[in-house]
């Protein structure tokens, strides 16, 4: 999925027509990956907090280290590197005070509503950090009527979708990503029936032929869907491939996904300034060079990340907070 996003947005600045990267039969996948990694970020979250009492401010310090902070240390070197190009620290015309949007990681979540000095990173990122602070409210309406709940979340989808469109698409919406996230959560509840043989071929029946053959539902309830049975029928499939070769990559680049989300923007764009083209098949070429260099850099990242949080003022942190 992560590579889905940085190939989506490789076609939408690209110069050659590489349509099949940005859109399918039924949406576009941009916003197709998004619902899938909502879902996989609600899953993954409501498997280890679920159905255990846990302690709110290491809950929100964890949020805080592996969300925030990598964040803000990848913004803080690409903005210097825009002053430096700029020659002024408030190179933007807007208000100073946004600059601290960007190091609380809202920066890329908010310009779709107000201008931002959003550099790295993807709207998806200040969306979710929004549903990490408000995930313990999430769960206690989750336990009361997970059904009910969820029923809810959908009407309310529906009724800013007849609504009509808006200068904000609608998948931005923070009720649309707290219903995705819900049904990840949802999906954790059912983890023995998520990876049998009837998961797996149902979600393969509905996700696969919908990405090539055009069903009438509206525009982003198609990607919702199709993003939701995206999540079921990957995770089953890497479930059922036996390679250890396979799981000991898949676990190393998944290591490096969040990383790779966060620089592949800035990357794309320097590469693309010198190797732009309107050749389909050098275009590919780009773009697999693009993912190479990211991954590249992402691995340099992380070893930097990983270097500062074994130094003494995050392991008297860590002392503090996690139990």
Known sequence: MTFGIVAYHFACYSAADLRFLNVHANGV???????AFFALSGFCLQNKYGNIRFDILEFYYKRWKTVVFPYALIFTYA????????????????????????????????????PTYFT?????????????LLYPLINKFFKLNTIVYLIILFVLYEVLRIKGPSATPIDINPVTCILSFSVGMALSTV????????????????????????????????????????????SNLGNRIQSVKFHRVIS?????SYTIILIHLPVLHKILI???????????????????????????????IKWIYNTKPFVWLDSKFIK
């Open 191 to 234: 983890k023995d029936f998520l990876f049998t043989w009837k998961a797996f071929l149902v979600s393969g029946i509905i996700s696969i032929p919908t990405l090539f053959i055009p069903i009438g539902l509206s525009h982003n309830t198609k990607e919702l869907i199709i993003g939701w049975m995206l999540f079921v029928f990957m």
């Open 252 to 256: 190393t680049l998944s290591k490096l």
């Open 79 to 114: 903005f210097l590197n825009n002053v430096a190009t700029y020659g002024k620290f408030f190179y933007l015309n807007i208000p100073k005070w946004l600059l601290l949007l960007s190091f609380i990681g809202e920066d890329g979540y908010v310009q779709w509503f107000h």
């Open 120 to 132: 790295i990173g993807v709207w998806f990122v200040g969306a979710i950090i929004l549903i990490y």
């Open 29 to 35: 996948w941009g916003g197709t990956l998004n619902s």
């Open 274 to 304: 010198g190797w732009n083209t309107d050749s389909i098949g050098r275009s590919i070429i780009v773009l697999i060079g693009t993912l190479s260099a990211t991954c590249v850099l992402s691995v340099a990242v992380d070893i930097i």
